[in-house]
């Protein structure tokens, strides 16, 4: 199935840049700047193309592969040139319009006017000039706009936003008023989010100065190169949290290896919680922290991803201290529909990264771009008096956000 599907996909891409490539030759083969053109298309289509059919001979895609040694350096090359072909169709359109309105149309306009200024008067032809020149501006001004929105976005997904809530739980045991949990969430360490990102986010979440960290999955990317730079970040974290730092699987730290992503931050301080419960002791009193695994579920729908999900919690459910709240780390905020009904007081979700672009704060606006996929998604919810939160998200698996920075959530708990 994956070699099909894979197969399809690398088949139309090729076609699809054939057919393109072949109508820009047909129309501008014959200007100068079109051997350097020629470059540029296939620099970026070729990679993306040779991906794909590597990917079809070995049955497996390449971010599955240990980055290191010569691997490494492939695996650094071909994720280096996917980003630009994900981001090369709207630089492309942008190109086609700059050579549009510098080259093409002026040169339409230009012998529009010689051919009428023969006959033409001299009030027509100052008209047609200032139309040209009108247009001109025009056609750039939007142009200018999607640049600088284009850079606001990117500069949009580096900002970090530290959301405070109070979140109520009637049975809260008194040692634990006034409790604070930070919940990160969804970090995707790797080519996109480095090294000076997360020291910088580090500052600011040592500075909110919360009791235990809660981290609810897509720590890793896609690939366990990364693992000891996530350790690293973890390790710095470490005493900032006097009551400790608690995590769960999320689909991505799924990719390559599951098992090492946890061994090795549980390693770095970050206790992973694996289907289990864990009890939290202040004083003689007790709190239930609960974690579930979100694994990738091979042929998934929805119906067969709550069924994984239930199985994971009915296991995670058997070490519960009876009588005492439950907070529950799970990816996937969308098991709140089943979750909801089930004897937990607060579930930590993030997956969704609020849909980084927020045409409305209003999050059930269809302009609320998540809002057409997902129920739950940002922010709190309530419902059948068990509560929700999802957070957007640290980091991301595309650097641009618009209306929906990135986030660091402190949780006060009261009761
Ligand atoms: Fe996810």
Known sequence: MFRVVVGIAAAVLLFFHLFLFRRHKKRWGDRSWFALFRIFYWSLAIPAIAYLLLALFMGRSLFTIPAEGVWGAFYHLQAAMNYPHIFFFPFYFMLLLIIHLFLIWPSRIKSKIKTQSKTALSRRDFLAKSTSAMLTTLDTFPLGVSLFSLGGMFLGSRDILVEKIQIRI????????????????????????????????????????????????????????????????????KEAFPMGMYGVLGNHDFIMDGEEVATQLTGAGLRMLRNETLWLGRGRQTINLMGLDFPPVPRASHHRRIKYMQ????????????????????????????LKNEDVDLVLSGHTHGGQFMFSQNRESPLALASNWYRYY??????????????????????????????????????
């Open 170 to 237: 009637a049975n809260l045991p008194s040692n634990f008023e006034g409790l604070r949990l930070v919940q990160i969430s969804d970090i995707h360490i790797g080519n996109l989010i480095h090294e000076n990102y997360l020291k910088a986010a580090a500052q600011i979440i040592k500075g909110v100065k919360g009791d235990l960290l809660l981290v609810t999955g897509d720590i890793i990317d896609n690939n366990n190169y990364f693992l000891p730079v996530a350790a690293r970040f973890f390790a710095s974290l």
């Open 311 to 338: 199985k994971f919690f009915a296991q995670a459910k058997k070490s519960v201290k009876e009588g005492y709240p439950t907070i529950l780390l799970n990816h996937h905020p969308s098991d709140f529909e089943v």
């Open 378 to 415: 940002i922010g709190h919810y309530e419902e059948n008096g068990r509560q929700l939160y999802v957070n957007r998200g640290l980091g991301h698996w595309f650097p641009l956000r618009i209306n929906c920075p990135t986030e660091i959530t402190v949780i006060e708990l009261t009761s």
